[in-house]
């Protein structure tokens, strides 16, 4: 009895689509530049909460060692100020991010478009 070879999960996609191996490349590595745009957002996010949560230490010991009044409120106004303005900076650069990633999924799903395409068309 002969034995069945067992097949990877692309092996599988391929049996069950009309597309060439190369088509399906073409399909995968526009997917797989999204997925790094995402990750690369998410690593920026990351870095940015951690910036600030070490800010905020540091505004906790700050004000464990103020004295007057008048030093807490300069502590907070300078601190208010800070968080703002990284606020805002960080804002911009995700808004940047988005459009940038929205474009990419335009281009993907037009790669992916067209490697279909050329996938359908009769052969002569």
């Not at 399909?27 to 910036?51: G, S, T, Y």
């Not at 464990?64 to 106004?77: D, K, Q, R």
């Not at 995700?94 to 052969?123: F, G, H, M």
Request: glycine letters at 0%; one cysteine or more; hydrophobic letters at 45%.
């Amino acid at each position: 009895m002969a034995t069945q070879k067992s097949k990877t999960m692309l092996d599988s996609m391929m049996t069950m689509t009309p597309m060439a191996p190369h088509a399906m490349a073409v399909m995968v590595r526009p997917q797989a530049q999204m997925m790094e745009a995402m990750l690369k957002q998410q690593i920026e996010v990351l870095d940015f909460l951690r910036a600030r949560c070490e800010r905020d230490r540091a505004m906790v010991a700050k004000l464990t060692t103020a004295t007057e009044g008048n030093e807490v409120m300069s502590l907070w106004t300078e601190f208010m100020q800070r968080m703002m303005a990284d606020y805002t900076t960080e804002t911009t650069k995700l808004a940047t991010s988005v459009s940038e990633i929205a474009q990419q999924a335009v281009r993907t799903a037009t790669d992916e478009a067209a490697a279909v395409a050329e996938n359908l068309k009769p052969k002569v």
